[in-house]
């Protein structure tokens, strides 16, 4: 007897699906996987990646945590980062957080629930670099929309300063980092303008995105 039978019983019926749709579909994902991108983006179960940039399965790399956070000692992200440049060669490595993160609310609110207040840190790192511009916000929602805007961005020259990052360009691979934005509200995407695609437009394209924010 299997545990969760209706779990099961959605794969058989999504497997077969696919399969009517498009024949043969999981003995070509099964030979290789060849994406162009790697996401990194919230462990929260509302943002599904795939379905949000309607990619099929093999298409899209990704690697999800609570609040979207890249850290230079976090050996399972890096590891992500290192495989998806160096052996799957993908050309875009985006870095996608949502608004109504409870992560970022959390950090915000001093919120306690035990081991993961450790890597909420990480945010209130980031509130800290912007205290001065997110005082200015008397609306609390509007503030933690901005905080989740801000976090992004600093995800992504994060990840512009990995070494596996700074290797990729110096040899004159292809690759360009992003930041983007997802609403819960309607499912749409927002582009927040930080398109990396060398070690030498990293801190100009980080203070321009941070300027027209801060700017508002």
């Known amino acids: 007897m299997k545990f969760l039978p209706n779990l099961f019983a959605n794969n058989v019926q999504w497997a077969q699906q696919v399969e009517q749709q498009e ?3 999981f003995k070509s994902l099964s030979d290789q996987q060849n994406p162009e991108y790697l996401w990194i983006g919230c462990a929260d179960s509302r943002v599904p990646a795939n379905e949000i940039v309607g990619l099929k399965p093999g298409e899209l790399f990704v690697h999800r945590n609570v609040a979207n956070c890249v850290v230079h000692t976090d050996l399972n992200c890096l590891s992500v980062i290192q495989y998806a440049v160096e052996v799957l060669k993908v050309k875009h490595i985006i870095v996608t957080g949502h608004y109504g993160c409870g992560g970022i609310n959390s950090a915000m609110n001093n919120a306690k629930f035990g081991l993961v207040d450790n890597w909420l840190r990480h945010i209130k790192d980031v509130q800290h670099k912007h205290s001065a511009h997110l005082k200015t916000f008397s609306d609390p929602v509007a503030k933690q929309d901005r905080l989740t805007e801000l976090h992004v961005i600093e995800q992504v020259m994060n990840v ?9 360009w110096s040899r004159g691979q292809e690759l360009q980092l992003h930041s983007w934005i997802y609403s819960l509200k309607d499912g ?4 927040l303008d930080t398109c990396i695609s060398s070690a030498e437009e990293a801190t100009g394209t980080y203070l321009a995105a ?7």
């Open 210 to 216: 941070i300027e027209k924010l801060t700017s508002k």
């Open 188 to 191: 749409k995407l927002t582009d």
């Open 23 to 25: 024949p043969g579909f």
């Open 160 to 168: 512009a300063h990995t070494s596996i990052v700074q290797d990729a």
